[in-house]
Structure formats: structure tokens, C-alpha cells
């Protein structure tokens, strides 16, 4: 069986072709793979006599080269011999052109032409002003670590307080994050030389951006004492630790999914009017979120975000719920996370700060309890918290005003407006997506993204419509072949879908084609691609991205709609927390973006489009 490859450079000619011609370039290498090899036609006058064409569709031809390594001479070989030989694919045309196209190739041009595999695929690179060029060749590792020297220069700047920057996706956030930590341990090394504790926190939403924090960090300060000065950890990692150390034991946490469940039990088993979800929210996004101790300031205080309005009776029946409930868990030793930052932000206040500076990456979905506790976590002065974030990206519920919760950024604000990462045509795509509604931002004022822009072109992202779950996984299959035959390192690539369903079927094809998997969050394995749900993939970068099941049976899901119970208000917020979780997902990939859906697609893209 003679496998017909595709050559790095076909991957950018391959993105424009409409998805028909697509799908038909598909089924011939499929074919060719099978054994059951199309014909190959030698082109007279060809300045090359190696060069084939292969049809395509009634119009379209593609123009195939042998491996680099045979030898030229074996124009005279029969059909079969031909079949033998290993082929590339280098481009697919319409058919006159093609044909002018391969007679114009010649002999010494060919070994040029066909970059091995594993060696960078120029063509999949985004094209940037020449500043960024070599940025944008160089390793992706290698790029991650790239700052702008206008971004440099701020992580640098003596701030006589909290500083804040904002910005669309890709805008280098959390680059300037990383190199503010690595400057403040520098500063912190040089002023305290004699003591060498963790004095800067770096933090994040997940294990999987710490880790991905934590292993750029080792590049930015090779020198080990100046590394051990930074502590890089997840909010509730450190909430955690904080509490353990207080208390010695490990408190054993529960989601909020798990505490709606149990919460939703008891409810049902005492006869009163509220689910569990709507006991936990208000517990979480009332009364944690406001620090409330009394019932008498949840009588009075302002309930901004919550949907159903609660008499002044039904708050008192809702507060003696809750307290029996939380009483409970503490019988067990069971904590919801914002509860446990609200304990470790208490500990901190009776012992002290831990650190001398607080940098905060996704700061935008931090909790009012999180901010409370580093806000106690470093003392109030010069170049306390450095935080990044952008509204937009919000997926949790969590709305706050930093300077209610003592943290005052007014004067010290950033907002970039340049994407470095995701293409304008990516860009052009997605921001649709997010509908026309500014964010919340953290200093109380609206936060908008006009202005935003990007310095990269690229491929417009390729949307592909399919009958059947099984074409939908198969095209995604051959998908991920072109990317990795292009020289795309399969780290470098990921996969992901709304929910664990797609996520499954995606594996299983994947492996069963020979591509090795491992979870988004995973971190290390650089020979697999990576595979996950839309909501794991926040904060991370890849070259390429493909989102499966943009179906509109699937996306918005309908349990998120239906839980918002027929309220227009609760609707409208979970649509716009989908909007999120998609434009964050598409907006993950520097070089491509693939997206596929069966039937009908998600009314997320279509209302846009
Ligand atoms: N001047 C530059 N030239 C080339 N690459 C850059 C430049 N500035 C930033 N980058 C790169 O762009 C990428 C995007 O930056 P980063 O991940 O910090 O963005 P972000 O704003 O945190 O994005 P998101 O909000 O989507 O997570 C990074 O890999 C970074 O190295």
C-alpha cells in the first residue's frame, strides 16, 4: 500500500479551497491510502518528468512530485511501478492550472520544494509585519516567552500600587505576567538577598496554566535562587494550603455541581420552594461573594446579577437554609472553593501577608472571596498586585468591583489593544461570536474591545457542515493527518468539543488512526495531540485548533438553557457565557482554525454569519 503524503507547503492551498473540493482531496488520499489508487497522469511537456497530476474533481487536479529521495529517471515506469513510488501531494488547482503549474516545475526545484516532514511548514505560519517574523518562525516554545519591548517596558515600571492590564486574546497578557513575576523576584533578590522565601505569588485559574506558568518561568530565571523566590500556584491551591496549614488537616473540597445535588436533596426532603443550584448560587454569589455574616445586611444588601427577586421573608427563609446546610458541611470537613478562599482570606488577616508582590493571570474569573484573600496575602503599598485579564473571556459567574474589595487600580490601567497571537482572520471570525454586549470590567466601568486588531494574517478559519457524527470524526481524522503531515508537532494541536460525548468520540478516532492522545490539561507529552472540553482549553495557545460538534443540538447545550427555567434574564446569560466559552475556545489558535458541526450549526456561529 503507497500512502500519497502531502507536502508542508499544500497545507495554506489546502485552507482555500472551498469544502467541497476539500472533501474530494480528502477521499483521494483516502483512496490512494486504501490501496485503491487513482489514476496518475504524466504531463506532457512537463519541464520535469517526474511530475504527475491526479484528478480531483471534474475541474480540479492536484499535482503530485515524487518522495525527494527517488531518484529522477523512472518517468518510463509502468502504472504499476508508478503506484510504487512514494508520492507528495504539493498543490490542488483547478485543472489548466494546475497543469501550467506542473509543467513549470522543474528538476533542481524539487528538493526545495518538498520540505521534509518535522522541519517547519512556512506556509502555516501566520504572516506578520517583519518585526515579528522571526518571533513567528522560531520554535512555538520559543515564542511563547516573545513580549513587545512597549509590554517589556511596562513589566518593568515601579506602579504606587495596583496595577491592572486588560486585552483581547492574545494580546500578551499573560506573557507580561510571567516576565512581571520574574522581574519582581530580581528586584526582590537584589533588596533582600539574605532572604530567600517565596516573596512573589504568580497565579492562575487551573493546574494546567500554572504548570504551563511554572515551566516558562524556569526560562526566564535560570538562576535557581532567584527562581525559588516566585511561588507559582493555582487560587485554590493556595487557598488550600493556607487553610491546611492553619488547621492541619486537608479540607476536602466540593464543586458546586456536587453541592447543588446535595443541596437539591435536603431541599426536596424539607418542602422548600428553592433548588439546590439556587441555594448554592446565593450562598456563593450573594452571600460569600459580599462577605455577608448577618442576616440583617442580606435583608438589606443589593442582590446585582441575580435573576429572582427575594422578599424580605423568603431571604430569612434562605439564610436559615443555608446556615444549616453550611453547618453540616462543616460537620464533615467539606468546602466549596470561594468558602475556602473566604477562610484562608480570614487566617491571613489574623497572621499576616505571605508575600511581598501578587501577580494574577485570568484575573476575570476570580471570585470576591479569591480577591479577599490576596488582597490579605501582600500588604497594601507599591507594586502589590499586578493583575491580567480580560472581561470578555469571563466563564464563571463571578462579577466583582476591585475597589470594593480594597484593591484600587484607577490611574494604573492598561488596556492593549494588539493581538499577537490570533489571526485578523481568526479574529474577523470570532469576535461575532461574542455578540455585541461590552463586559463588566473589574474597575466597575464597561469594558469594550473596539480597537482591537491584529498584526497577523493567515488562513480564514475552514468551517466544515456534515450529515453524521461518523463523517463529522472521520473528516476531523484527515484533518489532523494534513496538520501533522505539515509539520504541525501533535503538542502543538488540539481538539476540543462542548461536551464529553464529542471528547470521547474524538480520542477513540484519533487513536484509532494512530494519533497518539493525551488530556488538554496534561502537560509534558510533546508526541500527542491534545484533546479536551471548550472549557479546559481557556488560557492556553496551540498552532492549531479544531472545535467539533459546533452543532446547534449540541451548542448552547440544552441543559444550560433549560435551567434557566424560562427567566429571559437567566437566558440571556447563559447564551452569553456560551458565546464566551466558544470565542475563548476559537481563540486559541495561532495558526488555524478548524471547526466542524452535523446538521444544523450552532446558532452561536449561525446568527452571525
Ligand atoms: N511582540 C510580540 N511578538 C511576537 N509574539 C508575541 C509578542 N507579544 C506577545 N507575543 C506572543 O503572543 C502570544 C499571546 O500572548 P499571551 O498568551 O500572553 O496573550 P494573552 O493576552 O494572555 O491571551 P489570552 O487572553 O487569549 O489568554 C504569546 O505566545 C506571546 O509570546
Known amino acids: 500500500m503507497s500512502a500519497l503524503a502531502i507536502a508542508p507547503t499544500f497545507l495554506s492551498d489546502f485552507t482555500r479551497l472551498t469544502p467541497d473540493v476539500q472533501l474530494d482531496t480528502l477521499a483521494v488520499m483516502r483512496a490512494y491510502q486504501a490501496g485503491d489508487q487513482p489514476g496518475l497522469e504524466s504531463v506532457a511537456g512537463a519541464a520535469d518528468p517526474r511530475v504527475r497530476v491526479v484528478s480531483i474533481a471534474p475541474d480540479w487536479s492536484g499535482v503530485i512530485v515524487p518522495d525527494p529521495d527517488v531518484e529522477p529517471g523512472t518517468e518510463d515506469a509502468g502504472q504499476d511501478e508508478a503506484h510504487e513510488t512514494p508520492y507528495r501531494l504539493l498543490t490542488v488547482r483547478p485543472r489548466d492550472e494546475a497543469l501550467r503549474y506542473a509543467r513549470s516545475l522543474r528538476p533542481e526545484a524539487l528538493p526545495d520544494t518538498l520540505v521534509e516532514a518535522g522541519t517547519d511548514p512556512v506556509d502555516l505560519t501566520p504572516i506578520g509585519p517583519p518585526e515579528l517574523a522571526g518571533a513567528l518562525s522560531s520554535p512555538f516554545a520559543q515564542w511563547q516567552i516573545t513580549l513587545h519591548p512597549d509590554q517589556h517596558r511596562i513589566t518593568e515600571a515601579h506602579f504606587n500600587g495596583s496595577a491592572q492590564i486588560t486585552g483581547g486574546p492574545g494580546t500578551g497578557k499573560t506573557v507580561m505576567a510571567l516576565y512581571r513575576a520574574a522581574h519582581l523576584a530580581e528586584l526582590d533578590a537584589a533588596a533582600h538577598p539574605g532572604d530567600t522565601r517565596e516573596s512573589v505569588l504568580l497565579t492562575t485559574y487551573n493546574r494546567a496554566l500554572a504548570q504551563s506558568l511554572a515551566d516558562r518561568l524556569d526560562q526566564l530565571l535560570p538562576d535557581p535562587g532567584t527562581r525559588s523566590r516566585v511561588k507559582v500556584a493555582t487560587i485554590d491551591s493556595l487557598a488550600r494550603s493556607i487553610v491546611q496549614t492553619h488547621t492541619s488537616t486537608a479540607p476536602r473540597m466540593a464543586g458546586k455541581d456536587e453541592l447543588a445535588q446535595r443541596w437539591r436533596a435536603v431541599a426536596l426532603a424539607d418542602g422548600l420552594p428553592f433548588s439546590g443550584r439556587f441555594l448554592v448560587d446565593e450562598w456563593e454569589q450573594v452571600i460569600l461573594a459580599k462577605g455577608l455574616e448577618l442576616l440583617p445586611d442580606y435583608i438589606r444588601c443589593e442582590r446585582s446579577g441575580r435573576v429572582q427577586h427575594l422578599a ?27 468558602q475556602l478562599a473566604g477562610e484562608a482570606a480570614r487566617v491571613l488577616g489574623r497572621s499576616g501577608p505571605l508575600f511581598r508582590h501578587v501577580v494574577v493571570d485570568e484575573a476575570q474569573d476570580l471570585h470576591p472571596a479569591q480577591w479577599r484573600m490576596l488582597r490579605a496575602a501582600v500588604p497594601e503599598g507599591p507594586d502589590d498586585l499586578f493583575i491580567v485579564g480580560d472581561p470578555h473571556q469571563r466563564v464563571s459567574d463571578n462579577r466583582v468591583s476591585l475597589a470594593s474589595l480594597g484593591i484600587n487600580v484607577r490611574g494604573r490601567g492598561h488596556r492593549l489593544r494588539v493581538s499577537y497571537r490570533v489571526t485578523q482572520e481568526i479574529l474577523d471570525w470570532s469576535m461575532p461570536i461574542l455578540g455585541r454586549r461590552a463586559a463588566l470590567g473589574m474597575d466597575d466601568d464597561a469594558d469594550t474591545l473596539a480597537g482591537y486588531r491584529s498584526l497577523l494574517r493567515g488562513p480564514a478559519p475552514v468551517v466544515r457542515g456534515c450529515e453524521s457524527r461518523t463523517e463529522e470524526l472521520t473528516a476531523l481524522g484527515e484533518w489532523v ?60 495557545e496551540f498552532r492549531c485548533v479544531a472545535l467539533v460538534g ?54 452561536l456561529i449561525s446568527e452571525n454569519w
Open 550 to 603: 459546533v452543532s446547534d443540538h449540541l451548542l448552547p447545550p440544552k441543559a444550560a438553557l433549560e435551567a434557566a427555567e424560562g427567566d429571559q434574564v437567566a437566558l440571556e446569560h447563559a447564551y452569553q457565557q456560551e458565546r464566551t466559552l466558544l470565542f475563548v475556545a476559537c481563540t486559541r489558535a495561532r495558526d488555524a482554525l478548524y471547526v466542524s458541526h452535523v446538521g444544523q450549526p450552532s446558532r
Open 312 to 338: 424580605p421573608e423568603h431571604r430569612r427563609q434562605v439564610w436559615e437554609t443555608v446556615r444549616r446546610y453550611v453547618g453540616a458541611m462543616r460537620v464533615e470537613g467539606l468546602w466549596s472553593y470561594p
Open 481 to 540: 493527518r494534513v496538520w501533522l503531515e505539515a509539520g504541525v508537532n501533535p503538542s502543538e494541536i488540539a481538539v476540543a468539543g462542548r461536551n464529553q460525548w464529542v471528547v470521547r468520540g474524538v480520542t477513540k478516532e484519533l487513536e484509532a488512526r494512530g494519533v497518539p492522545t493525551t488530556p488538554l490539561e496534561g502537560a509534558g507529552d510533546t508526541a500527542a495531540v491534545r484533546v479536551g472540553t471548550m472549557h479546559r482549553m481557556k488560557g492556553q
